[in-house]
């Protein structure tokens, strides 16, 4: 053995191992300074308008009382895009700070999706979209998982599945039993989303062209919470879709293991 070349090598692995590190905070640095300029700017947008319609209605020439309220209306709008991004912005940095572990209980799924189509059946209407939910048996499946943020990742796909989606079309929410897995699939008839789209659709802020152009509301950051609440429970998401057609997005959760049920025999007494 050469004494002093297991010294070089032990300095190359120790500068490689440095090197690597280096890269890895850079990176971290660069995400850092993208999110944040990617939240002025998505702030900056709907401030500009909002200062725009009241500059216009402020002005003394302005007499056309009509007018004046679309102005304000288009003012409020921009207002509740504001919200909306502070109200996702909120919850992204609490579920990557780690603040809100994920809390694991048994529960039937059934029962989740079915209050979901309840509390969205407003929304869908308005929208002229029938909800529908497909299972195969009537037994309810238990999972485990943290059903407060799991009924967060049903809300925003049926929300884009209703915002993206066209009149009179259907929004199917569907449950495949696997083998220790259950799969939900949330598929709509509507917009579709073009391929060059699709593996960039996960990342926080981004909206595709038509979305933007169609002046649908929202902040760009509701595929992101979904994905992170879905990874945090080690399961996986996809999306397939076909522009012009509809989309469908597809998730999975750990069924519960059975619990024995002990029988219930009668005490002999004598
Ligand atoms: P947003 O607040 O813009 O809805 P999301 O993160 O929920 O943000 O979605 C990101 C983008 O993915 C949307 O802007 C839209 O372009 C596209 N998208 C999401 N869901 C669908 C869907 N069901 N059909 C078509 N496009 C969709």
């Known amino acids: 053995a050469d004494p002093i070349n297991d010294v070089e090598q032990e300095v190359e692995e120790w500068a490689a191992q440095k090197k690597s590190e280096i890269e890895s905070l850079r990176q971290q640095e660069k995400f850092r300074r993208d999110f944040l300029s990617n939240i002025s700017h998505e702030f900056k947008t709907p401030l500009f308008a909002i200062q725009g319609y009241i500059d216009a209605v402020q002005d003394d020439d302005f007499e056309d009382k009509d007018m004046a309220r679309k102005f304000l209306e288009k003012a409020a709008k921009n207002v509740d895009r504001l919200s909306y991004l502070i109200k996702d912005l909120d919850e992204i940095s609490k579920l990557e700070s780690g603040e809100i572990p994920i809390n694991y209980t048994r529960f039937k799924i059934n029962d989740l999706i079915k209050e979901v189509i309840e509390a969205s059946e407003m929304k869908a209407r308005q929208h002229k979209i029938k909800l529908v939910f497909k299972h195969k048996y009537d037994d309810a499946v238990l999972v485990t998982a943290d059903r407060e943020k799991i009924s967060q990742v049903f809300i925003n796909l049926v929300d884009n599945s209703i915002k993206y989606g066209r009149e009179d079309g259907t929004t199917s929410i569907s449950l495949f039993e696997l083998h220790d897995q259950v799969l939900i699939e949330i598929t709509d008839d509507g ?80």
């Open 191 to 270: 917009i579709g989303i073009e391929e060059k789209y699709l593996p960039r659709l996960f990342e926080r802020f981004f909206r595709t062209d038509s979305s933007r152009s169609r002046q649908i509301g929202g902040s760009g950051l509701g595929l992101a919470i979904v994905k992170h609440i879905v990874e945090a429970h080690e399961q996986t998401i996809n999306v397939r879709s076909t522009e012009g057609l509809g989309s469908t997005f597809g998730f999975t959760l750990q069924k519960a293991k059975q619990q024995i049920q002990f029988p219930n025999i009668p005490v002999l007494k004598n």
